[in-house]
């Protein structure tokens, strides 16, 4: 394992970015200090809280820059990438520091394009600095669990890789090299754009089979052994009370903003028509996003909540009021209890 830097920037403590970094601050050694921004003050202020004397403020990008060995970011949009990186006063770039061979690392969901253009002006401006993409799928669960996946847009032969592996890894359990610059990027859009069919098609398949008549516990079991089987069926089903950790089941509060389900959907739509890609569902499940984003009574809520947009059932439980074992369960404990026994 490549030695950690003792002096790490974050910047970004939103939805995503404050557990990411909590799971650093947690498992890094005591005498790592962590320099942190965000546009939200109050998450500045409540991670600096956190650290008890090992994080500290800055009043920008640059700062943390400028104090740190090893920059990660977290934001939401292309247009936040640019601003922290790009800005000519605040920016990342701006800072001197970055004659030393530091390593920028972005964990933003964004276009390709923005990314390559950050790594563009990095490589004119500061030739010994690096940057790199690693977008990340798991949601608000798997980075507060850091059971996250990383895609990286670097090589297996990059000399960067045990480095990213050795730090990510304390924040997720899956780290995949993509081949190159952007890459990463490309795995997450083409990640999000199955996951956001698969969704819609969830959601269809369990409206149609409660309004047949089927308790949608069964269907689910079904689903979970069966070739429908998949991540959003078992663990992020969009039927209320399926899954009792899921956003759905606690009124699609928490998760992942069907705004940014939107934007991702739409940037892998980008993607396909610039390399000429046809996507017979694109166009329709992006606008079933965006119905959704539009509408102040869903635009901050999970993106399963495209279910209810869909006017999916979800009183279900008067029709259906025995009790029904999840398959799902059952499987979870036997690999648990796999795992104890060393099997």
């Known amino acids: 394992m490549a030695d950690l830097p003792k002096n790490i920037g974050w910047i970004g403590l939103g939805a995503m970015g404050y557990p990411m970094a909590t799971n650093l601050l947690k498992k890094m050694s005591e005498d790592t200090q962590f320099y942190v921004y965000d546009v939200v003050q109050d998450s500045v202020d409540r991670f600096v809280k956190d650290g008890a ?13 400028d104090k740190s060995d090893l920059i990660l970011s977290m934001v939401p949009e292309g247009s936040h990438v640019r601003a922290v990186y790009l800005d000519p006063t605040t920016g990342v770039l701006a800072s001197p520091s970055l004659t030393a061979p530091k390593l920028l690392i972005d964990c933003s969901t964004i276009d390709p394009a923005t990314s390559l253009a950050v790594r563009s002006a990095l ?34 032969t990059d000399p960067h890789l045990p480095l990213l592996q050795s730090l990510l890894g304390l924040m997720g359990g899956n780290l995949f090299p993509c081949g190159g610059p952007s890459l990463g990027l490309t795995a997450k859009l083409c990640n999000n754009y199955c ?10 398949a369990m409206n149609l089979g409660m309004a047949s008549g089927m308790d949608p516990r069964v ?3 079904i689903f979970h052994t069966s070739t429908a089987q998949s991540a959003i069926a078992d663990d992020w089903n969009p039927v209320p009370g399926l899954c009792p950790e899921a956003p759905a089941s606690r009124g699609y509060v928490g998760g992942f903003r069907v705004g940014l389900m939107a934007k991702d959907v739409g940037l892998a739509v980008e993607s396909a028509e610039a390399v000429g890609v046809e996507l017979v ?33 979800e009183d279900w439980r008067g029709d259906f009021p025995g009790e029904v074992g999840m398959r799902r369960d059952e499987t979870r404990r036997l690999i648990r209890r796999a795992r104890e026994e060393g099997l």
């Open 219 to 221: 269907l689910a079991n």
């Open 195 to 204: 996951s956001s069919l698969i969704t819609l098609a969830t959601c269809e």
């Open 281 to 313: 569902l694109g166009r329709v499940g992006l606008g079933v996003y965006r119905k959704a984003a539009g509408d102040e009574r869903y635009r901050e809520l999970d993106s399963r909540v495209v279910y209810r947009v869909l006017e999916g059932r």
């Open 53 to 65: 004397g090992r994080v500290h403020a800055c009043a920008s990008s640059k700062e943390v820059t």
């Open 123 to 156: 490589t004119t401006q500061h030739p010994h600095a690096t940057f790199i993409d690693t977008p990340v799928s798991g949601g608000v669960l798997g980075a507060q669990k850091a059971t996250l996946t990383f895609m990286l847009g670097c090589s297996e």
